[in-house]
C-alpha cells in the first residue's frame, strides 16, 4: 500500500520561509511526476508546482522566484521551500503523485494536507 505524508506547514510571518517535504512510502516501483497543490478556503484547489522524473518543473505565475520545487528519488521525497511568503500564500498544501507500484500498477495517490498560514 502507498502513502503519501507530508509535513512542515505552519504559522509564518509575510516576508517568511518554510519547508514543506512529501514522503511516499510503500510498495513502490517507480514514481513518473509529483506536484504540489494547494486550497484556500472558498477557492478550488490549484496545482502550484510540479516535477516530472525527467526533471522538468512547472510552476504557476504567483510563485514563481520565490518558490522552489526539489526531489530526492532515493528517498521518494519531495520537497517546496517557500520564501517570500505572503498571506495569499496561505492555503492547505497537498502533495500528489503519479506511480507504479510493484504490482506494477499505476495510480495517483494524494497526501492528507499540510496547513500553511501566513500573517502577522
Known amino acids: 500500500q502507498v502513502q503519501l505524508a507530508e509535513s512542515g506547514g505552519g504559522l509564518v510571518q509575510p516576508g517568511g520561509s518554510l519547508r514543506l517535504s512529501c514522503a511516499a512510502s510503500g510498495s513502490i516501483f517507480s514514481i513518473h511526476y509529483m506536484g504540489w497543490h494547494r486550497q484556500a478556503p472558498g477557492k478550488q484547489r490549484e496545482l502550484v508546482a510540479d516535477i516530472t522524473s525527467g526533471g522538468r518543473i512547472d510552476y504557476i505565475d504567483s510563485v514563481k522566484g520565490r518558490f522552489t520545487i526539489s526531489r530526492d528519488n532515493a528517498k521518494n521525497t519531495m520537497y517546496l521551500q517557500m520564501n517570500s511568503l505572503k498571506p495569499e500564500d496561505t492555503a492547505v498544501y497537498y502533495c500528489?503523485?503519479?506511480?507504479?507500484?510493484?504490482?506494477?500498477?499505476?495510480?495517483?495517490?494524494w497526501g492528507q494536507g499540510t496547513q500553511v498560514t501566513v500573517s502577522s
Open positions: 500528489n503523485a503519479d506511480l507504479t507500484d510493484y504490482n506494477y500498477i499505476r495510480n495517483h495517490y
